[in-house]
């Protein structure tokens, strides 16, 4: 079975950091491009930043580039995403995402697996 | 970076088929064919519904299709049922290798 369990939200005072972790297990994960989702409260997605499956290719979203950093680990099969600079327009629920894989080719582009989300609130 | 244009929200009776769109720009829907469609449930992660336009993930009702045409992409449901009640979003591939949402639409079955 697929799992995909997020882990290290929680409330944090604006301008400060937080690392995000995602630990997958049921596929192979060294083969998917890996990315971090996000939804701010009662409003719609938005992705925030993907890795391809070496770690050789890394985007991100415009807003948050320069304060977040996205990194997987394939040895423990675990995805991670460290945030600095935290503004109050960070405050979601972040979700791990990976890409799909089909006939033997792997897409960056499709967020098959999901996790539950772990919320990151910003607040003074 | 502006989300892909979805209405707000749809509706339709049981039975009925619906289509929701998703208008994006000549950067993002209009040059690729890397669209994808989500369905979220309240207070549950989204779960994918199509990709590349028009493909439906093993397991996913044949009830839901989708297409593209310019700009603009869709998803129609077909045979509208109380479990299709749920939040969709559209998603695409952007120029400078980004990812896009729509804003997201609400269905409601009446």
């Known amino acids: 079975e697929v799992q995909l369990v997020e882990s290290g939200g929680t409330l944090v005072q604006p301008g400060g950091s937080l690392r995000l972790s995602c630990a997958a297990s049921?596929?192979?994960?060294?083969?998917?491009?890996m990315s971090w989702v996000r939804q701010a409260p009662g409003k719609g997605l938005e992705w925030v930043a993907n890795?391809?499956?070496?770690?050789?290719?890394?985007y991100y979203v415009d807003s948050v580039k320069g304060r977040f950093t996205i990194l997987r680990d394939n040895a423990k099969t675990s995805l991670y995403l460290q945030m600095n600079s935290l503004r109050a327009e960070d405050t979601a629920v972040y979700y791990c995402?990976?890409?799909?894989?089909?006939?033997?080719?792997?897409?960056?582009?499709?967020?098959?697996?999901w996790g539950r989300g772990t919320l990151v609130t910003v607040s003074s | 970076q502006s989300a892909l244009t979805q209405p707000a929200s749809v509706s339709g009776s049981p039975g009925q088929s619906i289509t929701i769109s998703c208008t994006g720009t000549?950067?993002?829907?209009?040059?690729?064919?890397?669209v994808s469609w989500y369905q979220q449930h309240p207070g549950k992660a989204p779960k994918l519904m199509i990709y590349?336009?028009?493909d439906r993930p093993s397991g996913v009702s044949n009830r839901f299709s989708g297409s593209k045409s310019g700009n603009t992409a869709s998803l129609t449901i077909s045979g509208l049922q109380a479990e299709d009640e749920a939040d969709y979003y559209c998603?695409?591939?952007?120029?400078?290798?980004?990812?896009?949402f729509g804003g997201g639409t609400k269905v409601t079955v009446l």
């Open positions: 995402a990976s890409g799909r894989c089909a006939n033997g080719v792997c897409y960056r582009s499709y967020f098959d697996y």
């Open positions: 049921g596929f192979t994960f060294s083969d998917y491009w």
């Open positions: 890795i391809k499956r070496d770690g050789t290719e890394i």
């Open positions: 000549s950067s993002d829907v209009g040059a690729y064919n890397y």
């Open positions: 590349e336009v028009s």
């Open positions: 998603s695409s591939y952007r120029n400078s290798n980004t990812q896009v």
